[in-house]
């Protein structure tokens, strides 16, 4: 694809990522976080990160890979608040991760809906949570449901959804508190692989559609866990490559695809980069499943 | 795609229950409405015959009273003294049962909220959860004397502990990402305890209910048989004293008639209160 | 939580109930009436030195055992018809509803008249508690034997004897032993309950100390004797948490693939 017939909006935002990131604070700060669980039952200690450092620009989309087991989800964990870092600190917007807060939606592997409440009454939570009044989170459900392409399925409870549907209500979910950080952990894992292209185009465009980010018409910054190469290499701006256990960063790619990307997959430089993150990983992941079979 | 995608197993959506299949019956479509239809009529049908025919060859109708003499004894009772059988057991089941599954209730929220009441509680109830509530009978006698205290109180101890045990399990084994995207969206603990805990918990308090019913049912049963002067259980040995065994059986219809009602209505209220989970209503 | 707390916590919380409960009724003057620990201890070590206890407790073994086995031949192969065939099932499922919400002490009278009072009739209601939960959980785990493997077995060429030893057994076993634990703790409870029943009945018409439930009966009205009749509560329980720790320990030594 020609850079030059993106359109010039999109082409500040490729430059821009390309830059370091020291003219601008980071909007997440990641600083020297490492991770170690002690199991309660046998007492054993598990180190799940090690010294992981990291800056996220505002309104970047960053993609984290690695091998099974190489602490993605638990650096996103750390990142919502919901667990704390056994060294190091979490910053966002220059304040201290402690505790989750809406600004910071998460999307679940697996999705965690609530089983017991609908569509309408998943998408709602946050708002309701939040104090909204009646009349205008069930408008902002009622858009949000729309702009996802669940409309007419406002009363199904999760259990009647296909996987893709709950996906779209998980992320409508996540969008109906506005959050200006989009934590999604594998969250097109479980759906099969045409739903899976198709949802990565809409959440593209969720994306880059300024109605969906922050209020504030930019882009909501995105940290995406995903153990898809190719999933990664066409969404994000910059992909990080975690090392094995203890999690380590491993290498940090930048991602200079011009956007849209939506006919991005067929292209040389895609396939390029995507063999670049793999060749990166291969040796991480065969020994990971060894150490895993022994 | 790359190799790297798939080397692992297939995360599985997280509420699909695994797949669960019967073996497939090569029928047509017909004969299988038909059977669909009469196989329960004709279930029935088929014990009250063989009850019928194995009475007629015993020949004796005070050792197995043949179906139509106990239809009649229950249609005289039904005007007679049933229904204030019924109303007694119902008042022993209410009150013990009740009491039973709210304490059950109370206990396990407690249990789950305060680490140090459980450590106290976990061991009373693993202690005494195995020594059954019939066990208690003579205990029970010498408190209450032979009364209502006695049925009122074995239920009340049956029920205890199905529900206790129950819903402490169901607190503990909610999924942490509800809690964690309940907290994620804004919600406060108090909001977290009300509308996640509660809800993921109701199916298996449900449950639980359901056990404890079916325990203080029997509890009930065995005390009134033994340790009251009234309810459906005593009237059963009332009517031996007199040999009117076909009003014993009777009075055994009655029980099953209505501990079937009893479960049905708890079952009801299960299918109705967890429309929204796949596998819980109204099973078994 | 360390190993110590987990064993020592609960002891201590039990201990500390046993001296509150000697300390209350010694100190309210309440030893005839009220039951107390020592009283307990003492009790049982008389009735497990001449022989009552035993003998007794052997009885209503017994008759468990016997009529769990009765349930065990009735329940397995009728919950493995049902599950297997949905007609079948359909037709049952009445009977057996009906028969289960039947409190299976209600049918005493019945069963003494049928089997007389000599521990037959017990046995009629300890069979009748068994075998539903037999019934149930067979047919259950026949429901959810699971086609594809069925398949990959015959795919990988085995006959219908190989099918239902490698495939239809190991995966109906785990629910059906479920069902075994269940079944035991009705047959168990059934058991004493008819011998009270029982024991009331005959009480006064001469000696029939048959099982543990009959001597309580005896205990109550004849002897009076508190600490004693506290003291088969806890023998029961004893017993009962026995024989689920058995069956469970049952459970992991046959089932190596549920063990957790």
Redesign the interface.
């Known amino acids: 694809m020609d850079p030059t017939l993106a359109p010039p909006i999109l082409d500040i935002a490729g430059s821009a990522s390309a830059m370091e990131p020291t003219l601008a604070p980071p909007v997440l700060d990641i600083a020297g976080v490492g991770k170690t669980y002690v199991s309660t039952r046998t007492g054993e200690s598990i180190e799940a990160l090690r010294g992981v450092d990291l800056q996220v620009r505002r309104g970047e989309f960053l993609a984290v890979v690695g091998p099974s087991g190489c602490g993605k989800s638990t650096l996103l964990s750390l990142v919502a608040g919901f667990a704390a870092p056994t060294t190091g600190t979490v910053r966002f917007k220059g304040r201290e991760v402690r505790e989750p807060e809406p600004a910071r939606g998460v999307m679940f592997q697996d999705y965690a809906l609530f089983p017991w409440r609908t569509v309408l009454g998943n998408v709602e939570f946050g708002p309701f949570a939040r104090g909204v009044d009646r009349t205008r989170r069930r408008e902002r459900a009622g858009d949000l449901i729309r702009l996802v392409g669940l409309e007419g399925f406002e009363h199904r409870y999760p259990h009647e959804l296909s996987g893709g549907m709950r996906q779209r209500c998980a992320l409508a979910r996540m969008l109906a508190n506005e959050p200006e950080l989009w934590l999604m952990d594998e969250p097109l894992a479980a759906v099969d692989l045409q739903t899976r292209m198709i949802l990565q185009d809409e959440l593209l465009r969720l994306w880059g559609d300024s109605a969906a980010g922050g209020g504030t018409g930019e882009r909501p910054t995105v940290l995406f866990v995903t153990h898809g190469i190719d999933e990664a290499v066409l969404l994000a701006d910059r992909i990080v490559v975690l090392g094995r256990r203890p999690g380590r960063l491993k290498a940090v790619v930048e991602v200079d695809l011009p956007r849209p990307r939506t006919d991005a997959r067929t292209s040389p430089a895609f396939t390029r980069l995507v063999e670049h993150v793999w060749s990166l990983i291969r040796d991480e992941a065969v020994r990971a499943i060894a150490e895993e079979t022994n | ?5 798939r ?2 197993p ?7 229950a695994p ?7 090569s029928r047509t479509a017909i004969a299988r409405g038909i ?2 239809a009469l ?2 009529l ?3 049908v ?2 009250v015959a063989v009850w019928h025919g194995v009475s007629a060859t015993v020949g004796n109708a ?2 197995l009273p043949p179906p139509l003499a106990v239809a009649a004894a229950l249609r005289e009772m039904l005007v007679d003294e049933l229904p204030q059988d019924v109303a007694a057991s119902l008042v022993h089941l209410g009150a013990g049962y009740g009491l039973g599954a709210l304490t059950g209730l109370v206990l396990a929220l407690l249990a789950a909220r305060f680490p140090l009441f459980e ?2 509680i ?3 109830v ?3 959860r ?10 029970a ?2 408190m209450f004397g032979v009364s209502q205290g006695v049925p009122i109180f074995l239920i009340f101890y049956a029920s205890l502990f199905p529900i206790f045990v129950n819903t402490l399990d169901g607190i503990r084994r909610i ?1 942490p ?2 809690v ?9 603990r108090r ?1 977290v305890v009300s ?2 805990v509660l ?2 918990a ?1 199916p298996a308090v449900m449950s639980g209910a359901r056990l404890s019913l079916g325990v203080g ?2 509890a ?3 005390g009134e ?2 340790g009251a002067e009234a309810g ?2 005593w009237r ?2 009332w ?2 004293e007199f040999f009117a ?1 076909d009003k ?2 009777a ?3 009655a ?6 009602a009893a ?1 049905a209505a708890l079952r009801l209220l299960q299918a109705r209160l967890l ?4 596998d819980a209503g109204g099973g ?1 | 939580m360390t190993w110590t707390l987990r064993i020592g916590l609960p002891s201590a919380t039990l201990a500390l109930l046993a001296l509150v409960w000697e300390i209350g009724v010694r100190a309210g003057g309440a030893q005839g009436i009220a039951p107390y620990p020592s009283g307990v201890i003492a009790a049982g070590l008389r009735l497990i030195a001449d022989g009552t206890a035993l003998a007794a407790l052997s009885g209503s073994l017994g008759r468990v055992l016997i009529g769990f086995g009765i349930g065990a031949l009735i329940g397995v192969p009728l919950g493995l018809a049902i599950g297997t065939l949905p007609a079948l099932d359909r037709a049952i499922r009445p009977i057996t509803d009906s028969l289960r919400s039947i409190a299976p002490i209600a049918w005493i009278p019945m069963a003494i008249l049928w089997l007389g009072v000599r521990g037959d009739a017990a046995l009629f209601v300890v069979a009748y508690a068994a075998v539903f939960p037999f019934v149930v959980n067979a047919a259950q785990a026949a429901r959810l034997v699971d086609r594809a493997h069925v398949n990959a077995a015959r795919a990988l060429g085995a006959g219908p004897g190989l099918v239902l030893r490698s495939v239809i057994v190991p995966s109906t076993l785990p629910l059906v032993l479920t069902g075994a634990r269940i079944a035991m703790a009705f047959a168990w409870g059934s058991i004493i309950a008819a011998e009270l029943a029982i024991g009331i009945k005959v009480a006064g018409h001469g000696r029939s100390v048959a099982g543990l439930g009959q001597l309580m009966v005896e205990t109550l009205y004849v002897q009076r004797d508190v600490n004693a009749l506290v003291f088969y509560m806890l023998v029961i329980g004893a017993v009962s948490f026995a024989i689920d720790a058995g069956l469970r320990h049952a459970q992991g030594v046959l089932l190596p693939w549920t063990r957790r």
């Open positions: 795609m790359t190799g790297t995608d080397l692992g297939v995360a599985p959506a997280g509420l699909a797949p669960r299949r019967r073996l497939d019956r059977g669909r196989a329960p004709g279930g029935l088929a014990l005070t050792i450590a106290v976990d061991p009373l693993e202690f005494l195995p020594i059954s509530a019939i066990a208690w009978i003579p205990i006698i010498l999924d990402r509800l964690q995207a309940a907290r994620m969206l804004g919600a406060s909001l509308h996640v809800p993921a109701l049912w029997m009930m049963v065995a048989l033994v459906l259980g059963i040995l009517h031996q065994m014993v059986m009075t055994i219809v029980i099953g008639v209505l501990g079937y479960d429309s929204w989970a796949p078994r």
